[in-house]
C-alpha cells in the first residue's frame, strides 16, 4: 500500500493518484506519547514528470487523537497539509529508492507529517493546564496531592 508509481507512466502526461496510507506504512505508531494515531492518512497528488526528475505534490489530510500536553484532556485535531511536495525525485539521487522505475514517496510523505506535528499538543492554545483538573482530582483525592502538601510543609516554614 506503500506511496510507489512508475516513472514510465509519467512519460506522456501528468498522473493524479488518491488514496491512503496506513499509519503501519508510515511508521507513526509510536512516534509521540501525546499524539496517536488510528485512521490511515489520505492523499490526492499529481505527479509531473520533469526533465530529470519526478515532482510530487499535493494535499495530505490525516486525524490526530491527542492528549493535552497540559491538562491531559484527549481531543481531535485533523491535519491538512495542503501544500506537500516532494522533493524532485532524480533517478540517481541517492535518497531516493528507485526499483523497476517504481519511485517510493512514501519516506517523504513520512517526513512532512513528522515536521508538521505540533511539538505539544494543547487542547486550546490557553489551555490553563491542570487548574480546572486538579479541583475534580481533589474531591477524588488523587495526584496532585503531592504538590499540595509541599505547598502546605512550604508555608508552616513561613509561619516559623
Ligand atoms: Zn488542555
Given at each position: 500500500m506503500s506511496l510507489k508509481f512508475n516513472i514510465r507512466h509519467l512519460e506522456q502526461h501528468n498522473l493524479t493518484l488518491d488514496g491512503e496510507l496506513s499509519i503501519a506504512e508510515l511508521e507513526?505508531?509510536?512516534?509521540?506519547?501525546l499524539i496517536h494515531f488510528e485512521e490511515p492518512v489520505s492523499y490526492d497528488l499529481e505527479l509531473q514528470k520533469l526533465e530529470n526528475a519526478v515532482l510530487a505534490q499535493g494535499a495530505l489530510r490525516l486525524v490526530l487523537h491527542c492528549e493535552c500536553a497540559r491538562c491531559l484532556k484527549p481531543f481531535d485535531r485533523t491535519l491538512a497539509l495542503d501544500h506537500w511536495a516532494s522533493p524532485?525525485?532524480?533517478?540517481?539521487?541517492?535518497k531516493v529508492d528507485v526499483s523497476n522505475d517504481l519511485v517510493d514517496s512514501t519516506p517523504f510523505i513520512r517526513e512532512h507529517i513528522v515536521l508538521s506535528l505540533p511539538q505539544q499538543p494543547l487542547c486550546?492554545?490557553?489551555?490553563?493546564?491542570?487548574q480546572n483538573a486538579s479541583k475534580k482530582l481533589a474531591s477524588g483525592g488523587l495526584e496532585k496531592k503531592d504538590s499540595t502538601s509541599s505547598t502546605w510543609a512550604e508555608l508552616n516554614k513561613l509561619k516559623l
Open positions: 507513526l505508531e509510536s512516534l509521540d506519547e524532485p525525485s532524480l533517478k540517481r539521487e541517492e486550546e492554545p490557553e489551555c490553563k493546564g491542570l
